[in-house]
């Protein structure tokens, strides 16, 4: 009860912010709603009574933003703590232990916790570039990517890369420490795309030929079954119920459940990103992180998920016709497997669930 009612509050709430920061953008930049004469109106020593009056409106909107997004975590994190104590009741959260596993930028002073499939990349550059590793040139012109960046980068700005673990503790308790989330049956759909259909890395060819030869002989549509050199988003997802504990490729981080991945029930996160309000909560964080104005594009940009609008394009496919077309024991299964996420980070349960 207190979930659904927390969920529905979050969303109201996350319109009112939006609403909030789209009149504190709109009254702040006059030109994003075309007052291009106006402008001058605004700019101090003309109409000077009228620009004062303009600037503390924008401030106590402002303040008023940040109030309310503090808030609004302060819930994520509540709930998170909910199913904690449910699923994982002998798992004690240590506030000041870090998270090995997380990033860390010392420009800004945050940590962040990457999860495939959830605006990994662009945290990574995020810390990369803004902590002078890596240059804006370099950004646009798209050089930060590939196996060798992520390693270069787990070398210098991993947690778990310091050497002392008295020195790892003033990192984490010095930051703002922050993980991302997204609606999980987004997020398989998107593994899906970018990993089983798009992907030219020979180990996720292999895992494609894997996951094909294991499932195709169960599809449920038997004509289906000679269709060789394909593996369907039904393969996919038997690949990812699959309880047998030798299942090799299962635990990959595209696709693995978030708890594996960051441990949210052992670490205390200060800030819970949603993909879903990803607007919101970057202007919450480039108030929070105080961030310089030419570094706001970077945490983080909000652009949409490529593999979901491919997904899309092949098909006119929303995520939910993706889901629809499964046998209902195997949407009832997939849900099973990721429930505690969506417990965790206020996700509602699908209607076929």
Known sequence: MRKKMVVKAELFFGFALGFAFTLFSFSTFPEMVGFH??????????NGGEAVSTCNNNTNLLRNFVSGMEWLHHERRQMLGLACSRYYPTVAMTPDKPCSMSLYNKKYAFSICRIH?????????????TDGFYTRKQLDEEQITGDDVIKFTREQRRISTVKSYFDRLAVWRNSTNIITV????SRIVSAYVDKMVRSRSPRYQNIRRYVEEKYRPIRTNVTERSFANHTTFEDFVNFLVEKTSRTPFQRDAHWSNYYPLCMPCSYKYDVIVKLETLTEDSEYLHEKLSIAPEDRSLIIPV??????????QRGNMSIAEY????????????????RFDFDAFGYEPPKWR
């Not at 004469?37 to 003309?46: A, E, I, N």
């Not at 959830?118 to 810390?127: G, P, Y």
Request: no cysteine; aromatic share 12%; hydrophobic share 40%.
């Open 182 to 185: 997204r609606d999980p049956m």
């Open 37 to 46: 004469r106006g402008v001058k109106s605004y700019l101090p020593g003309v």
């Open 303 to 312: 652009q949409p998920d490529r593999n979901v609008r491919a997904a899309f």
């Open 117 to 129: 499939k959830v605006a990994s990349s662009s945290w990574l550059r995020a810390v990369m570039v």
């Open 323 to 338: 889901f629809d077309g499964l046998p209902p024991h195997l949407r009832k299964a997939v849900y099973d497997v990721y």
